[in-house]
């Protein structure tokens, strides 16, 4: 079947109140200093769920806001992909939570999880569902609050992520407008480099693994930062040749928002005018598969996205997984 079969119809996202500034380390006993965070990720603060804050509730404000700009009631919906690594129980998926929250009682759902390229993954099999006739409205969720499995004693990884969740209608295209190419790939050999190493089946969670820390987010920034750039770079170039686009007919890149840097490095190997690449990581840090439908969220909102723009997604993420789409609104 010819592309394209679905567009997007609305938007919405969700961050918890409190703002936790790079200043703030120091009162948790955290030795680090705004300077080190802003330079090597260009990260200035991050959204920290407090309590009665949760992934759910965060996911069904999202929803809520995409639902009303979409015009789509809850019983509308005919299922909800949601793409997360922290949700609020490990059993059942955390879909199943914002369903009963947002009341959307036809509605399937279930969990994707591809770490930060998860709503790049999401929207595909929301795409398969439009195209094989199982849905016809399709609630795409991406978000985390990680700041409930990072190790706060930790500096190499707790200084990088925040919590937040991005909500997207997809639904049939109309008039050539929606998703043009996608691309997706997977590399588990390097799984390790950044992972829970406890807290499954294999390991499961104890005092014992809380207090050594295994039970945390484990991360080797070098590794990921050298993958991260070569695989999004990678990304840029199939969904442009899936498009047959040039890099010139982009008029906005959208991607994971996990480090300035690597997003620098990412846009001049794959020849894209940082001009043309969205940034908010100083505001949000990596929240992960929150990270690019709250970044799309923003750009629909501020006018960067209009009528007829053509949008790039790019992402990468634990697994490790990258993958990218085009789309035309
Ligand atoms: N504050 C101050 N010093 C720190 C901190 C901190 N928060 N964290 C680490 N350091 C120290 C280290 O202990 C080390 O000290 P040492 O030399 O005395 O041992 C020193 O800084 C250098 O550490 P490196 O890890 O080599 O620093 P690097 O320049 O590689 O920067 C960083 C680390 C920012 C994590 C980088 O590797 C990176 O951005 N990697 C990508 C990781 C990422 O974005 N992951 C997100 C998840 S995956 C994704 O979303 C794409």
Redesign the pocket.
Known sequence: MKRPHVMFTGTGRAVPKRIMTNHDFAAIG????DA??VD??GIRQRHVAGPGESLTSLAAEASKTAMAAAGVNAAEIDAIVMATVSPDHLLPAAAVEVQAAIGASRAAAFDVDA??TGWIYAVVVAEGLIATGNAETVLVIGGEVLTRIVNWKD??TC???GDGVGATIVKRATKGKGLLSSYLRTDGTLAKL?WRPAGGGEMAASDATIADGSFWVH?Q??E??KH?VRSMADACERALDGAKLSADSVDLVIP?Q??V??IEATAKHANISMDKVYVNVDRYG?T?AGSIPIALDECIRSGRITDGSTVMFVG???GFTWGSLIVRF
């Open positions: 955290i030795e680090t200093d080190w965070i090597r990720t770490a930060c500096r190499n200084v990088l992520f950044l991360m920034g070098r990921v930062f991260a994971h996990a480090n840097r690597i990596n992960s990468f993420g634990a």
